[in-house]
């Protein structure tokens, strides 16, 4: 029997995670939408074919719906993931799971007074042929320990929605997410240096930025966040070890030799740098959630990563190096 998909939020990658239910995926329907947007609602379900609720509330209710999908803005992702929980439905959430860790709290506190896990982060780098190579490469022991991991993050540019704050709970959280996944450590503090700062951003958000992070084992992460670069969608990482180093691979593209000139093309939209991490994500997804399981960025990671985006958030005001203290993670979620 298909799964019964709620949507809430049909903007951007609502839409695309539509999409992909509808046209490449299999074992699950998208039957209800709903967006504060009442015309982004009704596009979406054209879509699909699904039928609109007035509100979140609605859709989590629903008898139609088995399991929802949350992709609508970060601040508004709790109340719905809560709302699931109570109602025993399993749920995926797009990044940040939370943008407080006081919230990210509240959710894990949620599914440990159920005895069930419910939600999964849309954290889809744990995905990406690139980083899970690197992760295998890492893991061999042949590299020696991790000492440094070089990132960058650039976005091509950003409207004035967004602010200073987002560029750690909306863009830098897949680094924060990620890295400890991938050298297994945990985070204990954080900094933000701000550079010289580019002309084509707004009064709002200091772009480029700097984010420290150091680990319980002492490894040393610094991500550059730049998100009005101009020139394309850029991710950067590169992790440091005793005996070698580690590169995420770029997307690729052909080289063109044309017109005197030798060039490759750089993606310019997460869509698409990422496609194929979704697709294997979201599937991924339904097997487990038709199962009543969680197997992917459990809410003890989405929690992880809203105690780490609280401190950098925190250092991007206080010019300081904050600590970060997430507790041991409880028997429950077996990390
Ligand atoms: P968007 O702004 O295009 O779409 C958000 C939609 O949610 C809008 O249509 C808005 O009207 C609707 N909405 C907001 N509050 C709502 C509410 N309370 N109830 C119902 N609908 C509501 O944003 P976008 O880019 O699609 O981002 C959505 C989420 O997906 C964010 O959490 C974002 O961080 C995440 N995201 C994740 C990406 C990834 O690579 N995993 C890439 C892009 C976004
Ligand atoms: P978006 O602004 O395009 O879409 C958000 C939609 O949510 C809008 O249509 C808005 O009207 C709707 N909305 C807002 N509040 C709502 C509410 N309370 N109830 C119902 N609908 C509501 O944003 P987006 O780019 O699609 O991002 C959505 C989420 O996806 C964010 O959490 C974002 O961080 C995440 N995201 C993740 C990735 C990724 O790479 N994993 C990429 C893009 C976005
Ligand atoms: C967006 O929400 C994403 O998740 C993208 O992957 C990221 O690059 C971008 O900065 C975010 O706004």
Not at 9 to 38: Q, W
Not at 47 to 70: F, L, N, P, Q
Not at 306 to 313: E, K, N, Q, R, Y
Request: glycine share 8%.
């Amino acid at each position: 029997m298909e799964l019964r998909i709620g949507v809430i939020g049909t903007g951007a990658i609502g839409t695309e995670h539509i999409e992909r239910i509808a046209n490449k995926l299999s074992g699950a329907k998208v039957t209800v939408v709903t967006d504060v947007d009442k015309p982004r609602a009704e596009k979406a379900a054209a879509v699909c074919g699904a039928r609109i609720e007035k509100d979140g509330t609605g859709v989590i209710a629903s008898s139609d719906v088995d399991a929802v999908m949350v992709t609508n803005w970060g601040p508004a992702h709790a109340k719905s993931i809560l709302g699931s929980i109570a109602a025993g439905k399993m749920v995926f959430c797009e990044k940040p799971m939370t943008t407080t860790g006081a919230d990210a709290k509240k959710i894990v506190d949620a599914e440990i007074a159920k005895g069930k896990k419910f939600t999964q982060v849309g954290f889809m780098r744990r995905y990406d042929k690139g980083y899970l190579q690197m992760k295998e490469i890492l893991s061999s022991g042949k590299t020696g320990k991790p000492l440094m991991i070089h990132c960058a993050h650039r976005n091509v540019a950003k409207g004035t929605e967004y602010n200073t704050p987002m560029s750690v709970n909306d863009t830098a959280i897949h680094e924060i997410d990620v890295l400890h996944w991938l050298v297994g450590d945990q985070y204990v503090s954080a900094q933000v240096l701000f550079p010289k700062q580019t002309s084509l951003t707004h009064k709002d958000l200091r772009d480029p930025q700097i984010m420290i992070l150091t680990t319980e084992s002492g490894i040393l992460i610094e991500i550059e966040v730049f998100v009005n670069c101009q020139f394309g969608y850029d991710i950067k990482c590169e992790v440091v070890c005793e005996r070698a180093s580690v590169e995420l691979p770029l997307a690729s593209f052909p080289s063109v030799k044309q017109d005197a000139k030798y060039y490759t093309a750089l993606e310019t939209d997460w869509k698409y740098r990422f496609i194929d991490s979704y697709d294997v994500e979201i599937q991924d997804w339904i097997n487990n959630a038709s199962k009543g399981i969680v197997k992917g960025p459990s809410a003890w990671d989405g929690y992880l990563a809203a105690v780490t985006a609280d401190a950098l958030v925190k250092a991007q005001g206080s010019g300081k190096i904050e600590s970060i203290a997430t507790g041991p993670c409880p028997d429950f979620y077996s990390c």
